[in-house]
């Protein structure tokens, strides 16, 4: 496969209702999309970095300027047989995995067409349906979160998932198991919480939590892994694994017992399934994380979650969920039973509404082999 153009795209999509995170509230994303063309294929991907280096270091700006200065002229004009080979072409360029996954995503994506096979099976998944959790940022009040709750489960998720910080915590989850005593429910902290919260965060066992979500610090196995020898609850980390090393440091330390894999955060598919194989072979559980993405980002994270050790209900959930209207058709849908059907065509299995997403554009560029332009 040769790509001689790169589009590059700044969408914004409000959000059906605001997401709250011990970082702050999201009411609209900045989704920056990259479209690779070339040999008369096409390519999607999105990059799931954030408004503000709150998750991540990375934002829409430093993706954007990653991937026009550095990255697509590292891949415009080259030769590439497969996804797997853009971890190599890119390696000059620390960092900037997010910005790296809307490449190396798309790639793969246009090599499934090319081979006229599924993204999922493509990938090595073996999955024809995938189980569903939501995430449930934090609410102006309990009240409100217990609605949105039991929304979420006649809906058929088969797992809750609330966001929580210092002073949104014990209370919820005991008004939570008050109502439901025995669905499955975990948190996530986002890394509100330090060790000297420790005596606080062993109250969370007697919630039967299936995981407590990045407690400590974004970038820490070693304090994780003190507090973990003092929880039965078994902890989950997400921002701290930014590839296979550091989910294997994590695991030797002890610091988790659980894994969350996205595909943005590792820096594309290559490194999610180097991350789910070391994963797999130790025994230890892994799930998809959301990072409020569009269809084109979802659809990903849907073939991503068919691999085999995937065996966790994750945020993959609907796209009525977060977006009055998607950019892909069909819309990403969770059965009555929490599950979602893995397409069957070629590519992801999702077409993307070129016409809407030109409707929500608010920056584009051309990127060429050699030449870039901007429109």
């Not at 609907?318 to 058709?329: G, M, N, P, V």
């Not at 990403?332 to 929490?338: H, L, M, T």
Request: include cysteine; glycine fraction near 8%; aromatic fraction near 8%.
């Amino acid at each position: 496969m040769k790509f001689d153009a790169l589009i590059l795209r700044e969408l914004r999509m409000p959000l059906v209702h605001f997401f709250e995170t011990s970082f702050g509230r999201t009411t609209e994303r900045r989704i920056l999309l990259a479209t690779l063309l070339g040999e008369g294929l096409t390519g999607w991907g999105e990059c799931v970095a954030g408004e503000q280096p709150f998750y991540s270091e990375e934002t829409v700006e430093t993706a954007w300027y990653a991937i026009t200065q550095h990255l697509a002229p590292m891949l415009l004009g080259k030769e590439i047989a497969a996804g797997k080979e853009c971890p190599a072409l890119f390696s000059r360029v620390r960092g900037h995995r997010m910005a790296k996954a809307a490449l190396e995503n798309a790639v793969w994506e246009a090599e499934a067409r090319a081979k006229d096979v599924p993204l999922w099976r493509l990938l090595g998944g073996t999955r024809r349906e995938i189980p569903c959790g939501v995430s449930i940022g934090i609410q102006d009040s309990i009240e409100q979160l217990l609605e949105k709750i039991a929304t979420e489960l006649a809906a058929g998720y088969r797992r809750i998932k609330v966001k929580c910080k210092p002073g949104w915590d014990l209370e919820v989850f005991e008004r939570i198991r008050a109502k439901w005593p025995e669905i499955t429910l975990s948190c996530d902290a986002n890394s509100a919480y330090t060790l000297d919260d420790a005596a606080h965060l062993k109250k969370f066992d007697a919630f039967r939590l299936l995981m407590i979500e990045q407690p400590l610090w974004s970038d820490d196995f070693y304090f994780h892994a003190r507090l973990q020898k003092q929880l039965e609850t078994p902890i989950c980390l997400d921002e701290a694994i930014r590839n296979a090393r550091d989910a294997e440091a994590a695991l030797e330390l002890g610091a988790c017992r659980i894994v969350n894999i996205k595909v943005g955060r590792v820096g594309g598919f290559s490194e999610a399934i180097r991350v789910h194989d070391l994963c797999r072979a130790r025994g230890v559980p892994v799930w998809c994380g959301g990072m409020l993405e569009s269809g084109i980002g979802r659809a990903h994270n849907v073939a991503l979650s068919t691999l085999e050790n995937f065996s966790l209900p994750g945020d993959v959930s609907a796209s009525k969920r977060y977006w009055k209207e998607d950019i892909i058709e069909p819309e990403v849908e969770v059965r009555p039973d929490g599950m979602i059907e893995v397409p069957g065509e070629a590519g992801p299995g999702y077409r993307v509404r070129e016409d809407l997403v030109e409707r929500l554009t608010v920056r584009k560029q051309a990127l060429r082999a050699r030449v870039a332009s901007g429109e």
